[in-house]
């Protein structure tokens, strides 16, 4: 896709949402990182819940290593692999302090350093706390730029590098932002809502679903048999 296009593209979100945010709760970079590492295969919603009294008690490395990690995997039990985050939450912020000061990297490769950080962490990490151009590319991401034909690939690597190449740059820093968001409401995995989508003439999706779903007749008693 040209760049041109995918302006037009981002331009429309933009009106629609100018300062997209991120649906982690958090309040430090720590925070953050801590949080987008726990979404891992996990929903926004349930690592929140989970957090909100995980970082009443543990909201830097020094109280997480001090909570342990049976206390980490208390808090944190209702979210998918819990056994491993805790072990990795924990390693995290020893290798914070004795690596880092306790302060998060603000780089990529020394995010990658820590455990249970990967590229798409570090990408969120370096965004939202730190206002890089980075982009994330997480499962809706990827649906979204290769259904819409803005960044087709075929690994998420794939995807980060086109979308950095074909995004203006006025929009890159809200850029995953965007097609998280339109993945996650509009865009969806199993029937993307084309019949209300902003970007539907400019998307290179054919099958797409320009009817809206008939709403379903309410069953009344005399429907029974």
Same mark, same amino acid.
């Given at each position: 896709?040209?760049?041109?296009?995918?302006?037009?593209?981002?331009?429309?979100?933009?009106?629609?949402?100018?300062?997209?945010?991120?649906?982690?709760?958090?309040?430090?970079?720590?925070?953050?990182?801590?949080?987008?590492?726990?979404?891992?295969?996990?929903?926004?919603?349930?690592?929140? &819940?989970?957090? %909100?009294?995980?970082?009443? /008690?543990?909201?830097?490395? $020094? *109280?997480?290593?001090? #909570?342990?990690?049976? !206390?980490?995997?208390?808090?944190?039990?209702?979210?998918?692999?819990?056994?491993?985050?805790?072990?990795?939450?924990?390693?995290?912020?020893?290798? &914070?302090?004795? %690596?880092?000061?306790?302060? /998060?990297?603000?780089?990529? $490769? *020394?995010?990658?350093? #820590?455990?249970?950080? !990967?590229?798409?962490?570090?990408?969120?990490?370096?965004?939202?706390?730190?206002?890089?151009?980075?982009?994330?590319?997480?499962?809706?991401?990827?649906?979204?730029?290769?259904?819409?034909?803005?960044?087709?690939?075929?690994?998420?690597?794939?995807?980060? #590098?086109?979308?950095?190449?074909?995004?203006?740059?006025?929009?890159?820093?809200?850029?995953?932002?965007?097609?998280?968001?339109?993945?996650?409401?509009?865009?969806?995995?199993?029937?993307?809502?084309?019949?209300?989508?902003?970007?539907?003439?400019?998307?290179?999706?054919?099958?797409?679903?320009?009817?809206?779903?008939?709403?379903?007749?309410?069953?009344?008693?005399?429907?029974?048999?």
């Amino acid at each position: 896709m040209s760049r041109k296009l995918a302006g037009d593209i981002f331009l429309r979100l933009a009106e629609l949402n100018p300062e997209p945010q991120g649906e982690l709760e958090w309040t430090t970079p720590y925070t953050l990182l801590v949080a987008v590492a726990l979404s891992a295969q996990a929903t926004d919603v349930s690592v929140n &819940l989970a957090t %909100r009294k995980l970082f009443k /008690v543990a909201d830097t490395p $020094a *109280a997480m290593i001090s #909570l342990g990690e049976e !206390g980490i995997k208390e808090h944190i039990k209702t979210i998918g692999l819990f056994n491993t985050k805790a072990k990795n939450m924990m390693l995290m912020a020893e290798q &914070l302090i004795e %690596r880092f000061g306790g302060e /998060v990297p603000r780089n990529r $490769a *020394a995010l990658e350093q #820590l455990a249970g950080v !990967g590229r798409k962490t570090a990408n969120v990490v370096l965004n939202i706390a730190f206002g890089e151009p980075t982009i994330a590319v997480d499962t809706h991401v990827f649906r979204v730029a290769n259904r819409t034909g803005l960044a087709p690939g075929k690994t998420p690597l794939d995807v980060e #590098l086109k979308l950095a190449k074909v995004t203006p740059p006025p929009f890159l820093t809200h850029a995953h932002h965007w097609l998280i968001l339109h993945g996650r409401y509009i865009c969806k995995a199993r029937v993307p809502e084309c019949w209300r989508c902003p970007i539907v003439d400019l998307c290179r999706y054919r099958a797409k679903r320009l009817d809206a779903p008939k709403p379903k007749r309410a069953h009344t008693d005399s429907q029974v048999p």
